[in-house]
């Protein structure tokens, strides 16, 4: 396991408490904010990811998507995310983890051994590629490489997957594991509990490693109720949703600060 | 009349990968949300299914002859062997008629099969498609009025506009229209649309237009569509004694040049696709795939050759919504690799041009994107200079959704 993400869920288990995992897109709506935005992240979540923005993707609902054309035409690359981690992680001094998040041809045409070794360079803790098939030789190639450098390969089920599919994505897996709540796009609907239930079942019984649940989580009434049943709770739309109702307003990232802050609070187990 | 039967020729890997096994590059694959595999892989299923029943597959050829009319004839144009020169000097130029289909494209062959399985085999009550010249969502359309379905389509905004006739004649049928915004707001995005659409209905099946997106869709596109080569080469046989000495087809993402191509992959005919150069490949204004600078990429749950800027998709710009695709189909990229199918480009203002003459000079209104092949066959064969050919070209479509465009190029060109 990532060193990070261990400190992270042990210091989490030991206060009883679930941890929050916030998303936003990196470079939206700028290079300087999303720095200041992820700073901001950094001190209310267990863990932050940053999404590398790509145009043609498929399972992102119009907020984030938004977010991604925003990113671009502020030009935002593989390249350019590497250099704002690596930036805020060197100001912020601590180990808060940090996480990509993007889709698989951004990775593929950096070159998937230059990715890997860059996010060690760049101190990136951990990946999640949205479109990834086990069965590809690109997955293969990227988990084999980030297990040499101990970065975290973190994977999507979601509820339409069977046990079969769960126990072999659960071997390319380390870290924790990203259950997607119900069947739609980030952001579009509402956590579905018993998705999350049914599918933690399955993962527990063959598995010991951290869950992380993601989809539809806005509220700390929603946050409460799925920290009773996993470790971590990822919150993307909500906060990026802020991020695009105030791309001129000074108090951006404060605002984002107390969306996160409220969060929290429905943290404990 | 009997559908010669599909042979396998050229089938992909059991993860759906093409492998070129000089380069040990891939082709296809399925890259996608993990919510959408046990999706594909019922897809899958069923496809393997339909094609392995003689029952089903009786009773859909039935529908392809009847309702779709498949056994559209090939005609000999001597009209355009007499413009570059006559058939003593350039050989026969025959054109595959698929333009007379029901809904007056190549398009149907794949749509109603595609939708006939959902109906039958799938179960699906809802199908959800992309389009681009709406000559696909017209046919999916179409089908899903005969065999009561509901029918949802993601179109661009800027296709919406182009081929408003096609988009109303879908609407007509009873489809639902879902405009789409985003990105170049054309057939590339509608696709990623579709996509997302479906995650949300997972009961529902996306019935894919071209030979595109996530194993299994390329293989099975290009296998219902083979339906129209099968035909063509029995046809083109009958009439000549042998198969084309060239085929001619145009490519967007690949859909019509594998629905006559596939057949004769193994046979002598040196195969011809065609991309639209728009206002000229050196220009970066075009939708040329394959001669347009692309590299190997992953979208839409698929790893082809894909134009890009950065890591980013690029806008593909031509007058044909559906040749606005930047990027070819795995089949398709993997053929162009090994050296099986030789690739041209025609430009906007050219094709137009061809689109008047097919007018004017064969009585004959083709869709745009038919224009593309037309003027870049009739270049290959004036240079070719070989009497004893024979010369195939696709023309794979009707233009009526293109009419009001081109009455307005013409006034103003005379």
Same mark, same amino acid.
């Given at each position: 396991?990532?060193?990070?993400?261990?400190?992270?869920?042990?210091?989490?288990?030991?206060?009883?408490?679930?941890?929050?995992?916030?998303?936003?897109?990196?470079?939206?709506?700028?290079?300087?904010?999303?720095?200041?935005?992820?700073?901001?992240?950094?001190?209310?979540?267990?863990?932050?990811?940053?999404? @590398?923005?790509?145009?043609?993707?498929?399972?992102?609902?119009?907020?984030?998507?938004?977010?991604?054309?925003?990113?671009?035409?502020?030009?935002?690359?593989?390249?350019?995310?590497?250099?704002?981690?690596?930036?805020?992680?060197?100001?912020?001094?601590?180990?808060?983890?940090?996480?990509?998040?993007?889709?698989?041809?951004?990775?593929?045409?950096?070159?998937?051994?230059?990715?890997?070794?860059?996010?060690?360079?760049?101190?990136?803790?951990?990946?999640?590629?949205?479109?990834?098939?086990?069965?590809?030789?690109?997955?293969?190639?990227?988990?084999?490489?980030?297990?040499?450098?101990?970065?975290?390969?973190?994977?999507?089920?979601?509820?339409?997957?069977?046990?079969?599919?769960?126990?072999?994505?659960?071997?390319?897996?380390?870290?924790?594991?990203?259950?997607?709540?119900?069947?739609?796009?980030?952001?579009?609907?509402?956590?579905?509990?018993?998705?999350?239930?049914?599918?933690?079942?399955?993962?527990?019984?063959? %598995?010991?490693?951290?869950?992380?649940?993601?989809?539809?989580?806005?509220?700390?009434?929603?946050?409460?109720?799925?920290?009773?049943?996993?470790?971590?709770?990822?919150? =993307?739309?909500?906060?990026?949703?802020?991020?695009?109702?105030?791309?001129?307003?000074?108090?951006?990232?404060?605002?984002?600060?107390?969306?996160?802050?409220?969060?929290?609070?429905?943290?404990?187990? | 009349?009997?559908?010669?039967?599909?042979?396998?020729?050229?089938?992909?890997?059991?993860?759906?990968?093409?492998?070129?096994?000089?380069?040990?590059?891939?082709?296809?694959?399925?890259?996608?949300?993990?919510?959408?595999?046990?999706?594909?892989?019922?897809?899958?299923?069923?496809?393997?299914?339909?094609?392995?029943?003689?029952?089903?597959?009786?009773?859909?050829?039935?529908?392809?002859?009847?309702?779709?009319?498949?056994?559209?004839?090939?005609?000999?144009?001597?009209?355009?062997?007499?413009?570059?020169?006559?058939?003593?000097? /350039?050989?026969?130029?025959?054109?595959?008629?698929?333009?007379?289909?029901?809904?007056?494209?190549?398009?149907?062959?794949?749509?109603?099969?595609?939708?006939?399985?959902?109906?039958?085999?799938?179960?699906?009550?809802?199908?959800?498609?992309?389009?681009?010249?709406?000559?696909?969502?017209?046919?999916?359309?179409?089908?899903?009025?005969?065999?009561?379905?509901?029918?949802?389509?993601? @179109?661009?905004?800027?296709?919406?506009?182009?081929?408003?006739?096609?988009?109303?004649?879908?609407?007509?049928?009873?489809?639902?229209?879902?405009?789409?915004?985003?990105?170049?707001?054309?057939?590339?995005?509608?696709?990623?649309?579709?996509?997302?659409?479906?995650?949300?209905?997972?009961?529902?099946?996306?019935?894919?237009?071209?030979?595109?997106?996530?194993?299994?869709?390329?293989?099975?596109?290009?296998?219902?569509?083979? /339906?129209?080569?099968?035909?063509?080469?029995?046809?083109?046989?009958?009439?000549?004694?042998?198969?084309?000495?060239?085929?001619?087809?145009?490519?967007?993402?690949?859909?019509?040049?594998?629905?006559?191509?596939?057949?004769?992959?193994?046979?002598?005919?040196?195969?011809?696709?065609?991309?639209?150069?728009?206002?000229? @490949?050196?220009?970066?204004?075009?939708?040329?795939?394959?001669?347009?600078?692309?590299?190997? =990429?992953?979208?839409?749950?698929?790893?082809?050759? /894909?134009?890009?800027?950065?890591?980013?998709?690029?806008? %593909?710009?031509?007058?044909?919504?559906?040749?606005?695709?930047?990027?070819?189909?795995?089949?398709?990229?993997?053929?162009?690799?090994?050296?099986?199918?030789?690739?041209?480009?025609?430009?906007?203002?050219?094709?137009?041009?061809?689109?008047?003459?097919?007018?004017?000079?064969?009585?004959?209104?083709?869709?745009?994107?038919?224009?593309?092949?037309?003027?870049?066959?009739?270049?290959?064969?004036?240079?070719?200079?070989?009497?004893?050919?024979?010369?195939?070209?696709?023309?794979?479509?009707?233009?009526?959704?293109?009419?009001?465009?081109?009455?307005?190029?013409?006034?103003?060109?005379?």
């Amino acid at each position: 396991m990532n060193k990070n993400f261990q400190e992270m869920f042990a210091k989490a288990k030991q206060e009883k408490r679930g941890s929050l995992i916030g998303f936003a897109t990196g470079m939206d709506p700028n290079y300087k904010t999303s720095k200041k935005i992820l700073i901001e992240m950094s001190k209310h979540c267990g863990a932050v990811e940053v999404g @590398i923005p790509f145009n043609t993707s498929t399972s992102d609902s119009a907020t984030i998507m938004d977010a991604n054309m925003r990113a671009i035409k502020s030009g935002a690359n593989t390249e350019k995310i590497f250099k704002l981690i690596k930036e805020v992680k060197s100001e912020i001094k601590n180990n808060v983890p940090f996480l990509i998040m993007t889709y698989m041809n951004p990775v593929y045409r950096y070159s998937i051994k230059k990715f890997a070794k860059k996010c060690k360079t760049s101190n990136v803790d951990g990946l999640i590629i949205v479109d990834s098939n086990n069965n590809s030789p690109e997955d293969k190639e990227l988990s084999r490489e980030l297990k040499k450098i101990n970065v975290a390969y973190v994977k999507l089920v979601a509820p339409t997957n069977d046990e079969a599919f769960i126990k072999e994505t659960l071997k390319k897996c380390s870290s924790w594991i990203y259950v997607v709540s119900y069947a739609g796009l980030t952001g579009s609907k509402q956590v579905n509990l018993g998705n999350v239930k049914k599918i933690s079942k399955l993962i527990r019984k063959n %598995s010991k490693i951290p869950i992380g649940v993601g989809f539809g989580i806005r509220t700390k009434s929603d946050v409460s109720k799925v920290i009773k049943i996993a470790d971590a709770t990822i919150v =993307g739309s909500g906060i990026v949703d802020i991020v695009g109702k105030n791309i001129k307003n000074h108090n951006l990232t404060k605002k984002i600060g107390s969306y996160l802050k409220n969060l929290k609070k429905g943290l404990n187990k | 009349m009997k559908i010669p039967p599909f042979k396998e020729i050229n089938p992909p890997n059991k993860n759906g990968y093409w492998i070129n096994h000089k380069t040990k590059e891939t082709y296809g694959g399925q890259y996608i949300s993990p919510l959408l595999i046990p999706n594909l892989q019922k897809v899958e299923k069923c496809f393997e299914k339909a094609i392995n029943d003689k029952k089903f597959m009786r009773e859909l050829e039935e529908k392809l002859l009847t309702f779709i009319g498949v056994n559209t004839p090939i005609l000999r144009s001597t009209e355009l062997e007499n413009l570059i020169g006559g058939q003593k000097k /350039v050989g026969k130029i025959y054109l595959k008629r698929t333009d007379l289909h029901h809904d007056s494209s190549h398009k149907p062959v794949n749509s109603f099969s595609s939708c006939y399985m959902a109906k039958h085999i799938f179960k699906a009550k809802k199908i959800i498609c992309e389009t681009g010249a709406s000559m696909h969502s017209r046919s999916v359309a179409a089908a899903c009025a005969m065999l009561k379905m509901d029918c949802e389509v993601h @179109i661009g905004a800027v296709d919406a506009e182009k081929v408003s006739l096609n988009k109303d004649i879908s609407e007509l049928y009873g489809a639902k229209i879902v405009v789409v915004n985003e990105s170049t707001k054309s057939l590339l995005p509608a696709m990623a649309s579709a996509l997302r659409s479906w995650q949300s209905n997972p009961d529902a099946m996306y019935v894919v237009g071209s030979v595109a997106g996530p194993s299994p869709y390329p293989r099975m596109v290009r296998t219902w569509a083979s /339906v129209i080569g099968r035909i063509a080469k029995q046809q083109f046989k009958q009439m000549t004694g042998k198969v084309p000495s060239t085929l001619f087809c145009v490519c967007g993402g690949g859909s019509n040049l594998m629905s006559m191509a596939y057949p004769l992959l193994k046979d002598k005919t040196e195969i011809f696709a065609v991309e639209s150069g728009g206002e000229g @490949i050196h220009t970066g204004r075009h939708g040329a795939t394959i001669l347009g600078g692309s590299k190997m =990429g992953i979208l839409l749950g698929f790893k082809s050759k /894909v134009v890009m800027k950065s890591a980013q998709i690029a806008e %593909s710009l031509t007058e044909a919504s559906g040749l606005d695709f930047a990027a070819v189909g795995p089949e398709v990229a993997y053929l162009n690799d090994i050296g099986r199918i030789k690739f041209r480009s025609t430009t906007d203002i050219e094709a137009k041009k061809t689109f008047l003459m097919c007018c004017e000079k064969l009585g004959i209104v083709p869709a745009i994107e038919a224009c593309y092949v037309i003027n870049a066959a009739l270049k290959e064969i004036k240079k070719r200079k070989n009497p004893r050919e024979n010369h195939l070209i696709h023309l794979c479509g009707s233009g009526e959704s293109n009419v009001a465009r081109m009455i307005k190029f013409k006034r103003e060109n005379e």
